[in-house]
């Protein structure tokens, strides 16, 4: 049933998870690269892990992946375990799909985002992200360029042993959302490994990627979400 601008808008604490998936979208869109750049010689501070990422992600225009996401529950400790999958295309286009068969999903089509709870049975659309106004992870959708200037990037030191990554965690200068964002790349590729997400409640999400491909062409048709049958559409 679809009953439309019949419904308040959302609080904004039930905004909250579409602004953190929008953050980790944003931020693998960043750091994957376009093919394995092998550089003479580590960067070994921040500022040249972050130009070293940007520089490796400049050609890409597409990317998809699978990941698995835990997420824990700051009340009760509880992990709660999924597995999703996310498409993205420069500029502004994104599809992430959480929880099989899908329980959330966030899809952008550049000009119109789509957010979904299955759980709610409701299907929220709305102008997309990245007005001036925007928190500065939504801005990161029109620049993808801008890591240095929306986050405090502090580059973790060598783990001992020494492990084939660098660690960042990122703080955006401008609250929105999201309080940290910690990322795992590999060393030369600079491919996105790892991800965790602290909210601005202390929630923690982590997530962990496979099978990510880059380049070639997504289907206009998976930047576009319609409403499932008995599904209320809140517009906005």
Known sequence: MDHRHKH????????????????????????????ALALPGEPTTAKDVVSAVQATYA??????????????NML??????????????????????LGLPVEFALVSDGATQ?????????????????TSSSGSVDRLIDDLGQLGDLFDVVLLPAATPPKPTHVLTLKPK???????IELVVKKQSYLLQDLTITDANDGVTKMGFTGVVLGGDV??????????????VVNQ
């Open 219 to 232: 289907p206009d048709v998976q930047f576009v979400f319609k409403a499932p049958p008995g599904v209320t």
């Open 174 to 180: 401008t609250p929105n959302g999201v309080k940290q």
């Open 76 to 97: 009760t400790g509880v992990e709660e375990k999924k597995r999703g999958r996310i498409q993205l295309e420069r500029p502004r286009k994104m599809r992430l799909e």
């Open 59 to 72: 050609k890409v225009t597409a990317v998809r992946a699978d990941f698995t996401q835990v997420t824990t």
């Open 8 to 35: 308040p808008p959302l609080s904004e604490s039930r905004l909250l998870p579409a602004r953190w998936i929008a953050a980790f979208t944003l931020v693998v869109s960043l750091v994957a690269p376009a093919s």
């Open 114 to 130: 789509w957010v979904f709870s299955a759980p709610q049975k409701q299907l929220v659309v709305q102008k997309v992200l990245g």
